[in-house]
């Protein structure tokens, strides 16, 4: 059975950094890119980073310069790394598994239960 | 503004068909990239409904088909239950952003 299991959300103030990490069980984790979909309250679904098996990552506009994704797949996680935070980021940030090894193609066919991530003073 | 549109709400009685549109352009759709598309009940995590265009995951009733033709894609559901109460969200690749984009999503109401 697949599990995605976020965590690293919080409350954290404008400007500063906080990094989200993904377990990931049940499947052949490096066989597989991997991404990161948030979703601000009360708002609709946003794309926020992608990584392919083999480390080639994909950013939104939005988060470009300021995220880094990373995998580790010996550890079977993913990361998010986020720095230079704003209050537009404030969303529940969701991990989730894609069906194949590559980004572009895919869809996300396995999703966590997300981790709430608030930027606010 | 999402790049892929899709209608804010559908309606209809149970036992009825609807269908959710999905449009994008030549960069997304138009270019012949998949459309994927998730049902997300109120509370919990998107789940993957049809990916690849027409394809269903195990375990998803097959009163949900999806259909693609040119920049515009559609998800149709017969046979409406309470339980199909959600936001559905289409989503594709997009060649000019180099990700993925996202519909703004869909609230469908069973009457």
């Known amino acids: 059975e697949v599990q995605l299991l976020e965590s690293g959300g919080g409350l954290v103030q404008p400007g500063g950094s906080l990094r989200l990490s993904c377990a990931a069980s049940?499947?052949?984790?490096?066989?597989?890119?991997m991404t990161w979909v948030r979703q601000a309250p009360g708002k609709g679904l946003e794309w926020v980073s992608g990584i392919s098996g083999s480390g080639t990552t994909y950013y939104a506009d939005s988060v470009k310069g300021r995220f880094t994704i990373s995998r580790d797949n010996s550890k079977n996680t993913l990361y998010l790394q986020m720095n230079r935070l704003r209050g537009e980021d404030t969303a529940v940030y969701y991990c989730?598994?894609?069906?194949?090894?590559?980004?572009?193609?895919?869809?996300?066919?396995?999703w966590g239960q997300g981790t709430l991530v608030t930027v606010s003073s | 503004q999402s790049v892929l549109t899709q209608p804010p709400s559908v309606s209809g009685a149970p036992g009825q068909r609807v269908t959710v549109s999905c449009t994008g352009s030549?960069?997304?759709?138009?270019?012949?990239?998949?459309v994927h598309w998730y049902q997300q009940l109120p509370g919990t995590a998107p789940e993957l409904l049809i990916y690849a265009n027409t394809n269903r995951p195990s375990g998803v009733p097959d009163r949900f088909s999806g259909s693609k033709s040119g920049t515009s894609a559609s998800l149709a559901i017969t046979g409406l239950q309470a339980e199909d109460e959600a936001d559905y969200y289409c989503?594709?690749?997009?060649?000019?952003?180099?990700?993925?984009?996202f519909g703004g999503g869909t609230t469908l109401t069973v009457l």
């Open positions: 030549s960069s997304n759709l138009g270019s012949g990239y998949d």
């Open positions: 989730a598994k894609c069906g194949y090894d590559n980004v572009w193609g895919s869809s996300a066919d396995y």
């Open positions: 049940g499947f052949t984790f490096s066989s597989y890119a």
């Open positions: 989503q594709s690749y997009d060649s000019s952003r180099s990700g993925w984009v």
